[in-house]
């Protein structure tokens, strides 16, 4: 997701100041970029009221309020990629994935292909189990990035839910060749493991992540399949 430090094109003490509001009192940045707006603050005053409305959780409201952001041809083509990124962003916590993949379709329009736009868009594709299209996003942000683990991990996902198992081993082998103790891959050649029948060596992955990052999002999951192994629900 774009940084909204990284939109250069609104400055000035009072967008930074509204921004920095957002944080603190949401609900006031809120009531204050209203205000502004309906003074002229123009893009500014809007892009605050979005960040505001996100800081709120009224994804919902912000998408739109963003979108046309990024629509406007008077802003910066680098400054309307992020702001349609923040939109697709807003979209997909407002778990409305085809909002989402409409708004960073508009960005990745816009650019020469930005590899987290592609990982978002992927994100919104996921969401509604488009796998095809995941994978495709996401083999075209390995093209530009070839050594993200993360990547490898998430396409593996996307090519076993399409039922591409053994492309998606390789991801994981491929992954875990660039990182040998990454807990993600880790957790998902278990469950492939375990999906195989091999209950063995999948625990003895689950426990890899556990011993080496106990306090880490994978060793949660791979903790919960461990119990549910034990308990003969998983």
């Not at 250069?8 to 921004?19: A, E, K, M, N």
């Not at 960040?51 to 979108?67: C, K």
């Not at 923040?86 to 778990?95: I, S, Y």
């Not at 050594?147 to 490898?152: I, S």
């Amino acid at each position: 997701m774009a940084d909204p430090a990284a939109l250069q094109t609104f400055s000035g003490d009072r967008y930074q100041q509204c921004v920095d509001g957002t944080k603190s009192d949401a609900q006031g940045a809120y009531n204050r970029a209203l205000a502004w707006h309906s003074t002229g603050g123009g893009a500014g005053a809007e892009h605050c009221e979005a960040l505001a409305l996100m800081q709120l959780r009224r994804y919902a409201e912000a998408g739109p309020l963003l979108d046309v952001l990024g629509s406007r041809k008077d802003l910066q083509v680098a400054t309307r990629v992020q702001l349609l990124d923040q939109a697709g962003n807003a979209w997909l916590l407002a778990e409305n994935p085809n909002r989402a993949e409409a708004s960073f379709s508009n960005a990745l329009a816009l650019s020469s292909g930005d590899v987290e736009t592609y990982v978002d868009r992927a994100r919104a594709r996921a969401m509604r189990k488009d796998w095809t299209g995941a994978d495709a996003d996401l083999t075209a942000a390995l093209i530009r990035d070839a050594d993200r683990a993360d990547l490898l991990v998430l396409r593996a996902s996307a090519r076993h839910a399409a039922g591409r198992k053994a492309e998606a081993r390789k991801d994981i082998d491929a992954a875990l060749g660039i990182f040998p103790n990454y807990g993600d891959a880790l957790v998902e050649r278990g469950a492939m493991k375990f999906e195989d029948g091999d209950t063995r060596g999948a625990e003895a992955d689950w426990q890899q992540v556990v011993k080496a990052a106990p306090r880490s999002r994978a060793a949660a999951l791979a903790s919960e399949y461990l119990t549910e192994t034990e308990s003969g629900q998983h």
